[in-house]
Nanobody, 116 residues
Framework: QVQLMESGGGLVQPGGSLRVSCVASGFTLADSAVGWFRQAPGKEREGVAYISTGDGATYYADSVKGRFTISTDNTKSTVYLQMNTLKPEDTAVYYC?????????WGQGTQVTVSS
């Protein structure tokens, strides 16, 4: 049974940093590209960062490029998203999942709130 469990969210001031984590179980993380997605209130879920767990190639949405860094630890089946220089518009629930095509059942996500 595939499970995705996100954690590490919280309240942070603008300009601050946060690292969120996602532990994957029930599948081999190294078998596919994975990504972080976010959904803000009243908006559709969007992809913000992807990584190919095979060669480490990464992709970032323009809105987070230069501020966010995605990484994986295949030995721990964990995907990380380091978020720096956070902005109020980064406020959303953050999820991880396969990067391309069909998706595993979504986890509960982790809330990130950027506010002073």
């Amino acid at each position: 049974q595939v499970q995705l469990m996100e954690s590490g969210g919280g309240l942070v001031q603008p300009g601050g940093s946060l690292r969120v984590s996602c532990v994957a179980s029930g599948f081999t993380l190294a078998d596919s590209a994975v990504g972080w997605f976010r959904q803000a209130p009243g908006k559709e879920r969007e992809g913000v960062a992807y990584i190919s767990t095979g060669d480490g190639a990464t992709y970032y949405a323009d809105s987070v490029k230069g501020r966010f860094t995605i990484s994986t630890d295949n030995t721990k089946s964990t995907v990380y998203l380091q978020m720096n220089t956070l902005k109020p518009e980064d406020t959303a629930v953050y999820y991880c999942n396969r990067a391309n095509g069909w998706k595993y059942p979504w986890g509960q996500g982790t809330q990130v709130t950027v506010s002073s």
